[in-house]
């Protein structure tokens, strides 16, 4: 059936597209400074922008999902290219905050779109181990990204180049894929019939569903909200913060790699507890720490975000297995869009830490205790999880269904 299909094409082009949502991460992180500072932005108002990312992700991510087999992985590519393009473009000619709200949410739009069409597709061009290896070569791609696009942003930030120019980057491997996917026959999509729509419905309402539901909405932002502020709260910490979040997600991208086994040793739920308390305390040692140090801190937060997100997709195929894709479509979703929502959350609590502290620091000094004091707060999001793995892990101690099912979304 996908005989004629250049496969080592559309893989390509879909790690350049993921290549592209990891850019707009890293790069919008590294310039969120500097918009700040040209427009006049409060922390608030950055964190509504960085919203529009995780908000526009989510919504198209799910409809693509359902739209799959009758749009077609071709078309929502397409639908791609044009979102990311635009907001690629409104980003850099922005007049002020109410184009950037629209321009990240079109970027958000795209990546969502991204990993609808990829992830059926190299699943539908592959198939056993093969396939999972491939999708864990795809996913590797998102961290691996991010590391890259941190690295170009502190590079062209120190030679002081302007963050119009560092968005172009973006566009790199935006224009790559879509010369990579244009005119190629894409594989046709294997229909799901094994479990009916109505039976995926009723999955999404079991008591294990809504638990990792819940779950998905801390883990996602125990992951990003350190991620996409690193440059704001770390910038007087005495490290470089855009080598702290190249250097987070390198070691994110290398444990991802060996998910597998580590999986495998730990199981599902020992592996999330595990990553809870890790994120946990790297989360409040950033909150203490200067200079050097935040560098060995970076690792041990690392390797506690890092299996979060394809351990979660996986516990839902796993342990919620009648909820099909579009369970996992629902937990993905999920988790940016909770993230949507603490972005302005957390950009308040800069704003309120700065306003408390000014009677008794100022300047940078005034800044690194505002960021201290909001990574503090942030620490409560892998501390609730603690609780809450506990939980689960007595919870499914006695499963039966303790087969490794391997990460395939980051």
């Known amino acids: 059936m996908n005989e004629n299909i250049n496969k080592s094409a559309l893989f390509n082009g879909s790690c350049f597209a993921l290549i592209t949502t990891a850019f707009t991460f890293s790069i919008r992180a590294g310039i969120l400074p500097q918009l700040g500072e040209d427009f006049g932005l409060s922390a608030s108002q950055l964190g509504f922008i960085n919203s529009m990312w995780f908000l526009g992700f989510p919504i198209s991510m799910i409809i693509g999902g359902i739209v799959y087999h009758s749009f077609g992985a071709r078309n929502i590519m397409r639908v791609a290219f044009v979102a990311h393009t635009l907001g690629i473009l409104l980003t850099i000619y922005a007049g002020g905050y109410t184009t950037l709200l629209i321009s990240t949410l079109f970027i958000g739009f795209g990546n969502g779109c991204t990993e609808a069409a990829c992830n059926p597709m190299i699943a539908d061009m592959y198939s056993g181990v093969k396939m999972n290896k491939m999708l864990n070569r795809f996913h590797m ?188 479509s629902i937990i993905g979703g999920i988790g940016m869009f909770s993230t949507a929502i603490w972005q302005p959350i957390i950009g308040g609590w800069i704003d309120s830490s700065r306003e408390e502290l000014s009677g008794m620091y100022s300047g940078e000094e005034l800044e690194l205790m505002a960021g201290q004091a909001t990574l503090q707060n942030m620490a409560l999001f892998p501390a609730i999880l603690i609780v809450l793995f506990i939980i689960f892990f007595f919870w499914q101690k006695n499963s039966k269904k303790t087969e490794m099912v391997s990460p395939v979304s980051h």
């Open 141 to 328: 791609w998102f961290p691996g990204g991010i590391m890259l696009g941190a690295i170009i942003s502190n590079v062209m930030t120190t030679m002081n180049l302007g963050w119009e120019a560092q968005m172009w980057i973006t566009m790199v491997p935006t224009v790559i894929y879509a010369v990579l996917f244009y005119g190629k026959a894409f594989p046709k999509a294997k229909v799901e019939g094994a479990t009916s729509l109505g039976n995926n419905f009723k999955a999404l309402f079991s008591p294990v569903f809504l638990f990792l539901f819940v779950c998905m909405s801390l883990t996602a932002i125990s992951e990003f909200g350190p991620q996409q502020w690193v440059n704001i709260v770390l910038a007087n910490s005495g490290a470089n913060a855009m080598i702290i979040l190249a250097l987070t997600t390198g070691v994110m991208a290398i444990a991802r790699f060996f998910a597998g086994p580590v999986v495998e040793k730990l199981g599902q739920t020992g592996v999330l507890l595990a990553g809870s308390i890790l994120a946990t305390i790297g989360i409040f040692l950033f909150s203490m720490v200067t200079g050097g140090i935040a560098y060995f801190v970076a690792i041990i937060f690392a390797l506690g975000v890092a299996y979060f997100w394809p351990v979660m997709v996986g516990a839902v195929a796993q342990r919620v297995p009648l909820s099909g894709a579009l369970g996992m």
